[in-house]
């Protein structure tokens, strides 16, 4: 399964629905954000669920992000 790249349309998109510039939402902070605490117990052996299982923690980091991306606009 692979990735897919956001493209200049849906960044649009995305700034559109926040009220932001492309270049207010492209922006990278300097400072470190808070990441997940995603963790279980035990030990996982397959490698297409060890790739399912960091495709969900990027996608929980990028809603972290964009969550406190509109916080601070508020």
Same mark, same amino acid.
């Given at each position: 399964m692979g +990735? /897919? +790249? $956001?493209n %200049?349309?849906? %960044? =649009?998109q #995305?700034a559109s %629905?926040?009220?932001v510039? &492309?270049?207010?939402?492209?922006n &990278?902070k300097?400072?470190?954000? #808070?990441?997940? /605490?995603?963790?279980?117990m035990?030990r996982v052996? @397959?490698?297409? =669920? /060890?790739e399912k $299982?960091?495709?969900?923690k =990027? $996608? #929980?980091?990028? #809603?972290i992000?964009?969550e406190e991306?509109v916080d601070e606009? @508020?």
């Amino acid at each position: 399964m692979g +990735a /897919k +790249a $956001i493209n %200049v349309s849906e %960044v =649009t998109q #995305i700034a559109s %629905v926040l009220g932001v510039s &492309v270049e207010k939402l492209l922006n &990278v902070k300097e400072e470190e954000s #808070i990441m997940h /605490k995603f963790s279980f117990m035990g030990r996982v052996e @397959n490698e297409k =669920t /060890k790739e399912k $299982i960091e495709l969900l923690k =990027t $996608i #929980i980091d990028e #809603i972290i992000m964009l969550e406190e991306y509109v916080d601070e606009e @508020n």
